[in-house]
């Protein structure tokens, strides 16, 4: 890829809020070359083409988690204004809407990105399965062990010495 930012380093812009990956707005407008008030106007101009699946504004109890989990806001960002957070479907929406050759070509890269993570949640969950199926089958081993381990015990004790006959009167 020749783009300025690598592939590997979209993963760490993405962020998961409300149950979604997303991305928000500075690092969008990074990505694509314009000023963030650049993107949110243009959004703002083509709000039909953003339903709330699409991008959504981060709430300010959101934005303060995201502070303590050492996620910042830009500090050019002005901070009467909150973020709005792009969804993969947003990202590539916003793309279309900017039609700069650059927002193209990353949102391709960005979209590649979000395939990724979720190719690497979907082999995450199947390992997660699959070792839940692993533990069931050796904690039923186990058991069976146990009741294997107090039948054969008996066996390996030596055998009780026969009755001594008496000597003598």
């Given at each position: 890829?020749?783009?300025?930012?690598?592939?590997?380093?979209?993963?760490?812009l993405i962020l998961?809020?409300?149950?979604?990956?997303?991305?928000?707005?500075?690092?969008?407008?990074?990505?694509?070359?314009?000023?963030?008030?650049?993107?949110?106007?243009?959004?703002?101009?083509?709000?039909?083409?953003?339903?709330?699946?699409?991008?959504?504004?981060?709430?300010?109890?959101?934005?303060?988690?995201?502070?303590?989990?050492?996620?910042?806001?830009?500090?050019?960002?002005?901070?009467?204004?909150?973020?709005?957070?792009?969804?993969?479907?947003?990202?590539?929406?916003?793309?279309?809407?900017?039609?700069?050759?650059?927002?193209?070509?990353?949102?391709?890269?960005?979209?590649?990105?979000?395939?990724?993570?979720?190719?690497?949640?979907?082999?995450?969950?199947?390992?997660?399965?699959?070792?839940?199926?692993?533990?069931?089958?050796?904690?039923?081993?186990?058991?069976?062990?146990?009741?294997?381990?107090?039948?054969?015990k008996p066996l390996?004790?030596?055998?009780?010495?026969?009755?001594?006959?008496?000597?003598?009167?």
């Amino acid at each position: 890829m020749t783009s300025p930012q690598r592939s590997h380093d979209l993963g760490q812009l993405i962020l998961t809020l409300r149950g979604q990956r997303v991305i928000l707005d500075a690092d969008l407008a990074a990505l694509y070359g314009v000023p963030t008030k650049a993107l949110n106007q243009a959004v703002k101009r083509n709000q039909e083409r953003f339903p709330e699946s699409f991008q959504f504004e981060v709430s300010a109890e959101e934005m303060e988690a995201m502070r303590s989990q050492t996620v910042t806001a830009s500090p050019k960002r002005n901070v009467r204004f909150l973020p709005r957070a792009f969804t993969e479907h947003g990202a590539l929406m916003a793309a279309n809407v900017l039609n700069s050759p650059q927002a193209i070509k990353m949102s391709v890269a960005l979209i590649e990105t979000f395939i990724r993570l979720r190719q690497a949640l979907a082999t995450t969950q199947v390992l997660a399965r699959r070792l839940a199926e692993i533990e069931r089958t050796v904690v039923q081993h186990d058991s069976a062990l146990k009741e294997l381990f107090r039948a054969i015990k008996p066996l390996l004790l030596p055998p009780p010495e026969p009755p001594r006959k008496k000597i003598g009167f």
